[in-house]
């Protein structure tokens, strides 16, 4: 028997309906289409209008569990990486499985913001490897309009709304988590943060004139970080794997912005058609993006590929995954 990896055997994904273009938001804040798409990327987003973060994690969840077979009292752990949870406790990991019905499952969330999946991925698979748990579930979700002051261009424009779930279980074929690098630097909050909630920041009538309770960002210091740090931690894995760009497969790539996904995947040596990319459909859904990524592609993905995931988040966090996919579709 061979030694035991984190597979993912199954995903699954969930966007609300309600989609926002940029000609939509040029009515709310002053900003356009063209603005939009030649610093982002992005064309359009979906907005949850109501519900919490855990009603479109419960949704996926639901929809992997059918596709996969798989009777929700057989999952022992549930990760949730958010950064918009229902509540400060209980964990949004917690309320999915109660929605869920997954009753055996102990569970918590990842906070980590855009790192959110790749690092719950991370934690998971150790409970894989060692034998402790066979079924892991790691979603990754967020309901950024609950956090976005649409006064301020610079950021009401990058996100929207939504997320995805992984299942981890284990392998003994060589397949699934081979290796990861993360990273975390706290003297980054100071450039990309919600400030007020929290106690730093305890919620007050101050607080909420001061709108300290949305998402602020330093948009040129974040792009400098993240374009260099993305990129760097990406050729660093492929390095460490002893990994050449035709070796590479797919890059799966925190949708944050085109510019920080182009310069990520040129450091690597991809070319276009080896790097997922739907930011222009569903904008940046912060821990979201990536099984969402793995969810729209999941059909072209082959048993053996070589795939390298990549993120980089407010805090800052970021990292990189490299796995062989376990399964075809």
Not at 26 to 47: L, Q
Request: with cysteine.
């Amino acid at each position: 028997m061979g030694k035991v990896t984190a597979a993912i055997t199954g995903v699954e994904g969930y966007v609300p309906e309600h989609v926002m273009t940029n000609e939509d938001l040029s009515k709310i804040v002053d900003t356009s289409d063209e603005w939009i798409r030649t610093r982002t990327g992005i064309r359009e987003r979906r907005i949850m209008k109501d519900g919490p973060t855990s009603d479109m994690g419960a949704a996926a969840v639901k929809k992997l569990l059918e596709k996969k077979n798989i009777d929700p009292l057989d999952i022992d752990l549930v990760i949730c990486g958010t950064v918009t949870p229902d509540y400060p406790f209980p964990s949004t990991a917690n309320v999915i499985s109660d929605k869920v019905g997954m009753k055996n499952a102990w569970s918590f969330d990842v906070i980590a913001a855009c790192s959110g999946f790749i690092y719950g991925l991370t934690i998971g698979a150790q409970f894989i490897e060692t034998g402790k748990h066979k079924k892991v579930l790691v979603i990754g979700v967020d309901k950024m309009t609950s956090i976005l002051d649409y006064q301020d261009r610079t950021t009401c424009v990058i996100f929207g709304d939504g997320g995805g779930v992984a299942l981890l279980e284990p392998n003994t074929e060589g397949l699934g988590i081979i290796d990861s690098i993360m990273h975390s630097d706290g003297a980054g909050r100071n450039y990309l943060l919600q400030p007020g909630g929290g106690s730093a920041a305890p919620a007050s009538h101050d607080t909420v004139d001061q709108r300290l309770h949305y998402v602020k960002q330093e948009g040129k210091q974040v792009f400098k970080f993240a374009v260099t740090n993305m990129a760097e931690v990406s050729a660093q894995i492929m390095e460490k794997n002893n990994l050449t760009s035709d070796d590479v497969d797919w890059l799966v790539p925190h949708q944050a912005n085109l510019r920080i996904i182009d310069a990520t995947a040129s450091r690597m040596g991809l070319p276009p058609e080896k790097v997922m990319v739907n930011i222009e459909k569903y904008g940046n859904t912060t821990a979201g993006t990536l099984p969402l990524c793995l969810w729209d592609w999941e059909s072209r993905l082959k048993k053996g590929d070589n795939l390298i995931l990549s993120a980089f988040g407010g805090g800052f966090t970021w990292g990189a995954i490299y796995l062989k996919w376990a399964y075809n579709s």
